[in-house]
Structure formats: C-alpha cells, structure tokens
C-alpha cells in the first residue's frame, strides 16, 4: 500500500476551464472563509483550453459586471462584423441576417481566446484565495462507505511504462472535500465514471460530440478586419454526408482563428475531420483571407452537441456536475462558455449554504433545480431541435427546418417538431464495405499541413516511460474489429496521428502514439465499440496551448 | 554549508518560439515559461546535498521580471529554503548576471554556487564561468557528478574526449549537465509550504550593478525551412547527384 497524503478543503473542484474558475470566484464571493481549491491537467491555466471563441459575456457581466475595467483580455474584440456562409465547392453564398433568429446575430459578443480568459479568471480567484494547482490532474474519485463522493485523488507521478515505480516516484495525494465540482470539459474521464455509477444519464439521451480542430495563424494586415467573424456549413462535409462547419475570427494583433466542427455522428468510416478542415482552408473563400499569413497553433478538443435534451442530472451525493462535463452548448450558436460559467455560479450558489449548514456528501438538487429554471434552460429549450433535424434530415433541410423550429419557438413558444432524440456517435460509424474511401488531397505546406506538422504546434508532450492513459479494454479489437470492419477509423479521426495501424496481413498490429495525444477525447467517444478509455496521464503533460 | 542556486524563467522546452513579426525578438505574450531545465539539475542536486546532510540552507536566486518569483517557489517547492529576485524587467545578459551574483555571493556567503550550465533561450553558457573569475574562486562547468569532501568538491566534467575528475577547494562554482541527476515533481504539500517560505525582493542598483546591455540585437529571424529532399533510384543516380553537388 502506498502512503498517501490527504488535504481537506470544502469544496475541491476538478478543472480550471471557465465553469469551473466561475464557481470558485462566485464560492469565495459568497464565503470568502471556504476553503476551495482547483485541480487542472494542464501545465497551467489555459494550457488545455480550445474554443473559437465568440463569448457572449452574459453570465460574465453576473459573475464580475466590472469586468471590462479590469483589464480583462475579452473586451479587447467585439464582435463587429457577423456573417454565416453556405459553402459550394469552388464558391460561398452569404445567408441573409433576415432569416436568422436575432440570438443568432453575435450582437454584444466579444472574440478572443478562451485560454487567456480561464488566465484572467484564474488571477481573480486566486486574489480572492481559491488555491489554484495546474499540474495536478485529478485521476480517480474517491467514495465514503455511503457511496457518496468524498473527494478525488491526484495523479501518481513517475511510473514507468509498466507502471512500476522510478526513482522520482511521487504517489499521488487524496484532495477530500464536503463536496467535489467535476468541472473537466466536454467527456471529462472523471464526470463520464460519476455519470455511470450514479446513472445520472437516466432521463436523457445521449450525449453527442462533434470534435473541434483549430488553428490561429497571422494574417496579412490587409486582409484582417478585427470582429468580423464568419461560420460556414456545407462543403466540404457535404460530399461524404457528414454534417459540420467551420469558423473564422479575426481577433487581435492580427490573428485570426479558425477551425472546424466534424459532427462525430459521421457515418462513413473514411472521413478524417483532420483532412477535411486542410481541404476547408483550400476553399477559395477561406484561401484568400489566410493566405500569406503564417500558422502559430493548432490543436483539437471535443464540443458537446446534444443541447438540452442530453443534460444529465447535475446533483449526486457529494458532488455537481457543471459546464461542459455536463453539456450545456447551445449548438446553432456554437457557445458554451457563457452557459458553462452560469452553471459553475449556480451550483456555487447552491454549495456556499450547504457548507454554512455544514453539510456534506448529500446531493444538492437546489443547484439542479435553478439550473433547470435558469437562463441556461430557456437558452437551450430554444435550440434544442437545431442539431437532431440536421442529423434526421440532412445538411441543407435540416437546416431550413431547423431554423423553422427555432424561429417557432421565438416567436410562439413553441417548435414544430416535440423535443427529438439523439443515437450515440459510436454506433453511427459505418461498416467500411457499404462506403467509398475518400481521397484527400496532399497538403502544400503552405496551407494545409500534414497531421504530425501540425501537432507539433500544440506543443504536446508526454513522458516516454510511463503508462499509456489510452486503454483498451480489449486488445484484439483494433485488428479483429475497428480495422476488419470499419477500416480501422481511428488512424483517421484522431487528430494528433496517435493510433497507426503497422504491418501487414496476420503482423497488423495498432501502435498507440500516446506522446502525441492532445487531449481531445474523441477516441473515448468515437471508438465502434467503446473499447477506448481515455484517463489522465502524469500531471502538466498534454498540450501547451498559448492562446486557444 | 550554504549553497546558492541560480534559477532562470525561461520558454518552456515544449513550446515552439515564434519571433515577432518585426523580428526584434521572440513573442512571449501569453506562452509557457518555466524554470530552465539546467537549473532544475543545478535545485535538485543542491537538494540531495542537504538530505545527505552536507548542506545546511538552498538559498534560490533569480534575475528576472516580477512573475520569476514563480520559478522561485518551484524551486522551494523542490526543497530550497528561501529566495531571492532580482527584479528587473530590462534584458540581462550573463555578465550583468555574474555581476549579480558576485554580489550576492559576497553577502551571503556560500560555501558552494551551482548554476546550470546554459539557458536554454539564449544558450549563452557563460554565467558561471564569468562568476567564477569575477569571485576569483574554482569552477567545475558541464558537471556529471558532485561530491562534497571536506573543504573540497570533487566534479566529473563531461567532455569530448570522455570524462575529467577535478577537485577544487570550496567556495566553488559548478555548471549543471544533463546527467547529473534526475530533477524530482515537487508534491501538491511542499508547493503550498512553498508559498510561505521567504522571498526577498531586490533591484540590481541594491547591488551597485549596472545591467545596461553591452550587446545590441540587431535582428531575431527564424532558420529557413529546410528544403525538401530528392529521392534517388539507384546507387549510381546517388553517386551522380553527390557528384553534381561537390560532395564526392
């Protein structure tokens, strides 16, 4: 047995992404005596966070409605200039803001990076004493003889690649608390094993996933226009019948992000959402903006797509679920930290009188209750049709559809269709016989850029020797199923080139590239048969995003 | 016996520096900075001399802006006692460091300094050399292997032709590689005793040193990007390509 060290705190939150930086602010400006403290993976805050961002500030102008005063890197960019384009092969047609719903129009938001938000934030709630540990990623939950969440325990640091101990072998320690906030993003590995234990998923439908790949590059001064952003749908998912988009934002110092959305629901097993986005940025539309311009970063997260019908139950003995690990994305607006933030206030609001009353260990189904009533509610209530009438009728009537739904519910209250149900992204992939491979073209290295190229400029880094945090549950399946029926999809969706397929005939094998591993999650989500589990490697590893 | 440790803020080893688009250095706005992996060898070594009982006090120093405080509390994270930064927000080349250092060394009075042997953003490999001829005291650089006995150092050097032992008579400088140890993770318990342990804050004039730069940055660029190769059919295709080339 090893000897573990135990820290005890009132509340311990687990991710320092917006939502969860939001519930420790609002914790300490309800009880500036709770002893708070928040775990992050990353190397520090904002090392793991990918977003576009457009950021409606909402929740923000609640949380610290000074904000624009101190010197908060959000109101650098308003958002000036909104446009959403329906891509054609070779051309792009604007969408008239007439047709849109007004929510839609990114009036009032701000573009920036969300790391460098989670940075600021990070500076507020340490000011107000929330102990802050980048580094440190929260690895297992730990449970009191009731069943109820008692606290987690954090990573072991220098194991070899068996697992042994090495000489700089630092056991991971217990973070106890009176309750535990799972604040780790979309398909956090933690919040997916709570979920399951206490069947919080039992209400609602499945949670779906489309995976975000980004880029930020320099751009010619000539081209930049700071706040105009742009969203595209259409091609180039269009050809393989797969739905997603992409977007363009011109922020500061002559940056522009941009990314695209791969819904993971795609069924032909062929479709690499890596090479369509090098495809997208060839679009002439696209081209001209970038071009002579300079990529600085890329990396790739997971975004939650299944709006409000997919919300779990937030509440369970000892500990909350908020922001992304419960999903609060509402998916035409493609936003979720405001909603991610709100929810993070919410269950604080709940947890600072739990604590006076010391309490511990119990659900608190106040949170969940005035998330349920909350802005965040009648936000997504609104949408809730947009994704599933794409996904039922494809990308050009389910978007008309969709925006018939969602002009409905403005207008009257309620929608044209009742609220539609959602089929889990790992059992949409195809069998790879019933489909076409597709042929990507070869990047020029000018725009587009081979996949480990660009990993490198996530500035990803594992430890050679220590465990691999990609199991397999079972490790035949790669050969005997993912490559035998689906043409092994996972050298394909994965964004980072971590799983190869070697060999040939009966020598096949998969080679897990752990090392290049930019926590995205997709592989924990998109596997056929959910043979991938995706855990946390040693602490500080990962990417290290500059401004994502 | 104390030991002095310098710590430098530097990029971190995992990020890829991009110059700024006028070219007057490389962009450090919002980028991952850590404590230089030399001096990471030169805190844990210094801190394996106190568990063996040979050090009494780490005293960490740090020239650097104000957030190089950070890299100093990694370093009590990892077992040093106190701190000291040299705040400045100018550029410090390694004279202006040594500078600091003699300093530093004359008031505090060390039996031992470890330095890593070079940062790895500028790559300058001269700051304990010049501190070692400025206090007038022995130098071990590119050290493989530290042993205290007595009143004397004994230091294995990595060099070209293989390894050299020398033993110099304490006070000493020695210079950090790459094997001499393997830094330890600081736990979550010593980085908040970390937070209290003390840290003075000082300015080079506290110590009568002018950092003014001796050396002007005339342009940063980034190495071109390596041309792409030709692939050759066979060993007399290879044998003309070298020959049209010079190289045989």
């Known amino acids: ?548 | 016996m104390k030991v002095l440790v310098g710590v430098k803020r530097v990029i971190d080893y995992n990020v890829r520096p991009r110059v700024k688009a006028d070219g007057s250095g490389v962009d450090l706005a919002n980028v991952k900075m850590s404590m230089n992996p030399f001096d990471e060898i030169a805190v844990e070594e210094a801190v394996r001399l106190k568990e063996k009982g040979v050090a009494s006090e780490i005293v960490v120093v740090s020239v650097g802006p104000a957030k190089a405080v950070d890299t100093l509390r990694t370093a009590l994270a990892m077992g040093a006692d106190r701190g000291i930064l040299v705040q400045t927000d100018e550029p410090v080349e390694p004279l202006a460091v040594a500078k600091l250092f003699h300093a530093i060394a004359q008031e505090e009075a060390p039996g031992l300094v470890i330095l890593g042997k070079q940062a790895i953003d500028d790559d300058s490999n001269q700051t304990g050399q010049m501190l070692a001829a400025l206090w007038g005291r022995g130098q071990g650089t590119f050290a493989s292997a530290v042993a205290i006995e007595g009143d004397a150092v004994t230091v294995t050097r990595e060099v070209d032709g293989g390894l050299e032992t020398l033993k110099l008579s304490l006070p000493a400088v020695v210079t950090t590689d790459l094997r001499l140890n393997e830094p330890r993770f600081a736990s979550l318990p010593n980085i908040m005793k970390a937070r209290s342990k003390p840290v003075a804050t000082k300015a080079p004039a506290d110590f009568g040193v002018d950092i003014t730069p001796r050396l002007k940055t005339l342009s940063v660029a980034e190495p071109a990007p390596r041309k792409a190769g030709v692939k050759v059919e066979s060993v007399d295709a290879l044998v003309e390509k070298l020959k049209e080339l010079g190289v045989a």
């Open chain 1, 1 to 548: 047995m090893i000897d573990r060290e135990e820290m005890h705190y009132d509340v311990v939150v687990v991710g320092g992404g917006p939502a969860g930086l939001s519930c420790a602010i609002r914790l300490k400006q309800f009880s500036p005596d709770l002893a708070v403290c928040v775990l992050e993976k990353g190397s520090e805050i904002g090392a793991h966070i990918l977003s576009g961002a457009v950021v409606d500030p909402r929740a923000l102008d609640e949380l610290l409605p000074d904000w624009r005063d101190l010197d908060c890197p959000l109101a650098a960019t308003p958002v000036t200039d909104n446009w959403h384009w329906v891509l054609g092969k070779g051309k792009h047609r604007a969408l008239p803001h007439a047709i849109m719903p007004r929510f839609m129009s990114n009036e009032g938001c701000y573009t920036a990076s969300l790391g460098n938000l989670c940075r600021w934030l990070a500076a507020q709630a340490e000011a107000l004493g929330v102990e802050i540990f980048p580094g440190f990623p929260a690895a297992e939950l730990l449970y009191d003889e009731a069943g109820a969440l008692r606290g987690v325990r954090t990573g072991d640091m220098g194991l070899d690649r068996e697992g042994n101990p090495r000489p700089d072998f630092q056991p991971g320690m217990d973070l106890l608390a009176r309750y535990t906030v799972l604040a780790e993003g979309a398909r956090g590995h933690l919040s997916k094993q709570a979920i399951a234990r206490f069947d919080l998923a039992r209400d609602c439908q499945p949670q779906i996933y489309g995976l975000g790949i980004k880029e930020l590059w320099d751009i010619k001064p000539e081209n930049h226009v700071p706040g105009r952003v742009i969203h595209t749908q259409g091609w180039p998912l269009s050809e393989s019948g797969s739905w997603g988009g992409g977007f363009l934002y011109h922020q500061a110092e002559g940056q522009v992000a941009l990314g695209f959305v791969t819904a993971l629901d795609y069924k032909n097993p062929y479709v690499s959402p890596y090479e369509e986005f090098q495809r997208w940025k060839q679009h002439p539309s696209i081209r001209a903006i970038i071009e002579g311009g300079k990529r600085v970063a890329y990396g790739a997260r997971v975004i939650n797509e299944g709006g409000w019908q997919s919300v779990p139950h937030l509440a369970f003995p000892g500990g909350v679920l908020v922001g992304c690990a419960a999903g609060f994305v509402n998916v035409p607006r493609i936003k979720g930290s405001h909603t991610a933030m709100k929810s993070g206030m919410l269950a604080a609001e709940a947890l600072a009188p739990a604590v006076a009353q010391d309490r511990r260990g119990d659900a608190l189904e106040d949170y969940e209750t005035a998330l349920r009533s909350s802005w965040i509610a009648d936000e997504l209530k609104l949408v809730q049709n947009a994704q599933p009438m794409v996904a039922k009728f494809g990308g050009g009537l389910g978007t008309v559809l969709a925006g018939a739904d969602m002009w409905a519910r403005s207008l009257l209250g309620f929608g044209i269709a009742r609220p539609m149900a959602h089929h889990s992204d790992a059992k949409a992939t195809g069998r790879a016989d019933l489909y076409k491979p597709i042929a990507y073209p070869k990047p020029d290295g000018v725009i587009s850029f081979d996949r480990l190229t660009n990993v490198a400029f996530s500035a990803t880094n594992h430890d050679e020797d220590e465990p691999c945090h990609l199991k397999l549950a079972d490790p035949a399946v790669p050969v005997n199923v993912n490559l035998k029926l689906y043409a092994g999809p996972e050298a394909r969706y994965c964004p980072a080139g971590v799983y190869e397929f070697l060999g040939e005939g009966a020598e096949t094998r998969l080679q897990i590239n752990a090392q290049n591993c930019v926590h995205c999650k997709t592989c924990d989500i998109k596997d056929p048969t959910g043979n991938i589990t995706w855990v946390t490697p040693q602490g500080g590893e990962g990417p290290n995003y500059p401004n994502m």
